[in-house]
């Protein structure tokens, strides 16, 4: 099996030095010192002054050029951690954190193919085998009685049966959970909401991999826990940083994705996943299991959930790995949690969608979802296959199953300058920035290989990505004049 290193384990972040920034306070009357920097400090980064994965100045060095007491910079640096702009790194410093904002959502385009040639959005690929069972299944539901779905409001979590079925699709995956603790949810980010918000409150601390889905970088701004990215290699999160980062306290849970990692697409064994779980039983941290890619994998992989039932929460879907609008996704939860989990879930949606709980039920119950996937599989491993004939050395990280690759940015290129000039071309790929949950990590771009594109169409925006790549840079970014 083919498999690039992730470079995601590289540091050079350590050789860095902080950036230059002594800024000017305007206190208002009655505002604490702390209060005043704090302000600054979000005013510079929305304002550019500070960029993303600067290094800040150090308490004490800030301390001294502003004339503040060190615990005055430390309160502040904590409040606009809590608040998702900085990010801190035991043992190495303080960071400006990358965030999820409007311009992160229009890297990831959203155009037709007749426009761009878009590798931007990671999502499963479409071929007239789903459109053709899609019609099928509507047709057989339209033809029978649909009040058994269409009708109920209860229970919550699920019906019992679409419940009961999820149970036999989990099993595969390594989960043999019973029924009351799953819930049926719309799609795989809903159930990580749900999994969050049963066990995180603001100013929580939750680990992930330095490289991870932009979903998750999202929820830590609107639920105000601080996200900290560790450093991974090419099976994920190094155990050693697990253990580091839970002796020094204060942390709540662990969210990370062990199977087929967006962006990156590494797939963690089963020996890692035994320490990842291990560490976790010994400093009672919850684990946030997201494997929505993980039916991919028809290889035997132990789950984290299973190791730890009271601290694990498992999650995966439809949408990546069966048909794209099915967003219907499965949360296991620990026994403690299903009731709690239940009443989140009817407070922020009332329930997942019966009808489309309903196809996934059949589908899972009369062969099609398997038949569908085992369509996925061999459609993934054709198109990466025309990914590494074209870009070869280009790509930093992936795997044969994987919907997307990462790519790194040849030295000649900044990122952005190349993000611009494939836009200009109509190819549109999605930059570092919205994965970035740790220090060090930019100089790389995404390429998503799913969706209804033709062998011929993905070769030839391929090939232009590799053409860009191997061309010089303008003298002059054009792009960035205005």
């Not at 010192?33 to 002054?49: K, N």
């Not at 009817?346 to 489309?356: A, D, F, H, I, P």
């Amino acid at each position: 099996m083919r498999r690039q290193a992730n470079p995601a384990n590289l540091d050079p972040i350590m050789a860095t030095k902080p950036v230059a920034w002594r800024p000017i306070l305007a206190k208002q009357k009655g505002e604490t010192r702390h209060a005043a920097l704090t302000e600054r400090i979000i005013a510079d980064i929305d304002l550019g002054v500070l960029k993303p994965m600067d290094r800040m100045p150090t308490h004490r060095d800030l301390a001294r050029e502003l004339g503040l007491s060190v615990q005055t910079v430390s309160l502040s640096y904590k409040e606009a951690e809590r608040l998702g702009f900085l990010s801190g790194e035991i043992g190495r410093g303080t960071f400006v954190k990358a965030r999820v904002t409007d311009r992160a959502g229009r890297m990831m385009l959203d155009h037709s193919s007749n426009e761009v040639l878009d590798l931007s959005i990671i999502r499963g690929v479409y071929l007239d085998a789903h459109e053709d069972a899609s019609r099928e299944i509507l047709r057989e539901m339209a033809e029978g009685s649909v009040a058994d779905f269409m009708r109920p409001c209860r229970p919550v979590a699920g019906l019992d049966r679409h419940r009961e079925t999820a149970r036999s699709w989990l099993r595969p995956l390594g989960v043999t959970a019973g029924a009351e603790r799953i819930l049926v949810t719309n799609g795989a980010a809903h159930g990580i909401f749900l999994a969050l918000t049963c066990i995180i409150r603001s100013g929580d601390v939750v680990l992930t991999e330095n490289l991870t889905d932009h979903g998750i970088i999202g929820l830590s701004n609107i639920l105000g826990f601080s996200l900290k990215g560790l450093p991974t290699d090419e099976q994920g999160i190094l155990p050693d940083a697990l253990e580091a980062a839970c002796a020094a306290g204060g942390v709540r849970a662990l969210a990370l994705i062990p199977t087929l990692n967006n962006p990156t697409g590494h797939v963690m064994g089963t020996e890692r996943r035994e320490e990842i779980a291990a560490i976790a039983a010994r400093y009672a941290l919850f684990v946030i299991e997201d494997e929505v890619y993980r039916p991919m994998i028809e290889e035997a992989l132990p789950s984290i959930t299973e190791m730890i039932p009271d601290l694990g929460f498992f999650i995966t879907s439809f949408t990546k790995t069966v048909l794209t609008g099915l967003r219907v996704g499965y949360l296991v939860v620990p026994p403690a949690y299903s009731i709690r989990a239940a009443s989140i879930l009817r407070v922020s949606s009332w329930s997942g969608t019966y009808l489309t709980a309903e196809i996934a039920t059949r589908w899972v119950e009369n062969g099609t979802a398997l038949r569908l996937l085992a369509i996925q599989r061999d459609e993934a491993r054709a198109r990466q296959g025309i990914a590494t004939e074209i870009l070869g050395g280009h790509i930093a990280s992936s795997h044969p199953l994987s919907l997307c690759a990462w790519l790194k940015v040849p030295s000649h290129w900044a990122e952005d300058g190349l993000v611009r000039s494939l836009t200009n071309q109509n190819v549109a790929v999605t930059p570092s920035e919205p994965f970035i949950a740790g220090a060090g990590h930019g100089g790389g771009i995404r390429i998503c290989l799913g969706g209804r594109m033709s062998h011929e169409s993905l070769t030839k925006a391929l090939t232009t990505v590799r053409q860009a790549f191997e061309q010089l840079p303008p003298v002059y970014d054009i792009g960035s004049i205005g």
